[in-house]
């Protein structure tokens, strides 16, 4: 019959899993993304379904945040609480978030954002819109927009509350606070 200790000390994780766990933790929990300055004018297209906006210039004087995302990705339903998180505590200083969704169904994308909670607005994203960013090869891709209407930032994979405050927080002249 084995003793505790001995049967517990065939339990105990060696050195590299132990690694190993505490790497995919932090990846889950800090997604690896691909950011790259742009310096490119944000293209002018329409918005269907957002109360007060025909196009994206009329956000004009705000900072945005041009999501594409699909229900159906995991990586883009797992961003979306920071994003949500990020809208509400800094939509008050100038911010925005369009997140265009690439679903095939509007009825779909409305139950999805209605049951989760998100005030962010969804509209539903066509060729015509991917193509004026330059194609959506992945998802989620994500631009920053400046006041000025200049996409500042493209970033190709997961956001977090953290890699959203440090890209927008100094566009909307908050790098200070909290």
């Known amino acids: ?5 001995e049967f517990l000390a065939k339990l105990k994780p060696s050195p590299v899993t132990l690694i190993l766990l505490g790497l ?10 691909w950011v790259t ?9 329409p918005i269907a379904g957002v109360a ?10 705000k ?26 505590d800094y ?10 969704s690439l679903d095939d169904s509007a009825d779909q994308v409305a139950a999805f954002m209605r049951a989760e909670g998100y005030s962010f607005p969804a509209p539903m994203a066509d060729r015509a819109i ?12 994500s631009y920053i927009i400046d006041r000025d209407g200049v996409i500042r930032h493209k970033i190709s994979g997961q956001v977090h509350y953290g890699r959203l405050k440090k890209l927008i927080a100094p566009l909307l002249g908050d790098a200070g606070r909290s």
């Open 1 to 5: 019959m084995m003793k505790t200790r």
């Open 24 to 33: 995919i933790v932090y990846l889950w929990f800090r997604p690896p993304a």
């Open 37 to 45: 300055d742009q310096h490119a004018p944000a293209p002018d297209v």
């Open 52 to 61: 007060g906006v025909e196009r994206l210039a009329d956000l004009r004087g």
């Open 63 to 88: 900072v945005v945040l041009v999501n594409f995302w699909a229900t159906w990705c995991p990586y883009c339903r797992h961003e979306m609480p920071a994003m949500q998180a990020f809208y509400a």
């Open 91 to 100: 939509r008050a200083r100038g911010f925005e978030i369009v997140a265009w």
């Open 130 to 141: 991917t193509a004026a960013f330059g194609g959506v090869d992945r998802l989620p891709t």
